[in-house]
């Protein structure tokens, strides 16, 4: 069992940036793979970004490749998603997630990041 805690969400102007953290405890965080999400009204839960236990293999969805950046600290059971160029359309609730085996099965609660333009 994992347990995921999101934090650093609030409100900024177009532009601007965010840091979110997870931070996770329980079994072993660092033979996870993590991934972020974010689930803007009335539309489905996207992918952001994801990396793997070693800090590599790391991927990113389009519409923020090239302005998020996604790390992770193993020694502090952490994963974290630097938010740059922020822009309305980054409005959601993000969630980061632990992957054990095929299917992204631990969530955290969720943080509100509100891009104002």
């Known amino acids: 069992q994992v347990q995921l805690v999101e934090s650093g969400g609030g409100l900024v102007q177009a532009g601007g940036s965010l840091r979110l953290s997870c931070a996770a405890s329980?079994?072993?965080?660092?033979?996870?793979?993590m991934g972020w999400f974010r689930q803007a009204p009335g539309k489905e839960r996207e992918f952001v970004a994801t990396?793997?236990?070693?800090?590599?293999?790391?991927s990113y969805a389009d519409s923020v490749k090239g302005r998020f950046i996604i790390s992770r600290d193993n020694a502090k059971n952490t994963v974290y998603l630097q938010m740059n160029s922020l822009r309305p359309e980054d409005t959601a609730v993000y969630y980061c997630?632990?992957?054990?085996?095929?299917?992204?099965?631990?969530w955290g609660q969720g943080t509100q990041v509100t891009v104002s333009s």
């Open positions: 997630a632990a992957k054990g085996g095929s299917a992204y099965n631990y």
């Open positions: 329980g079994r072993t965080f660092s033979s996870y793979r």
């Open positions: 990396i793997r236990w070693s800090g590599d293999s790391i």
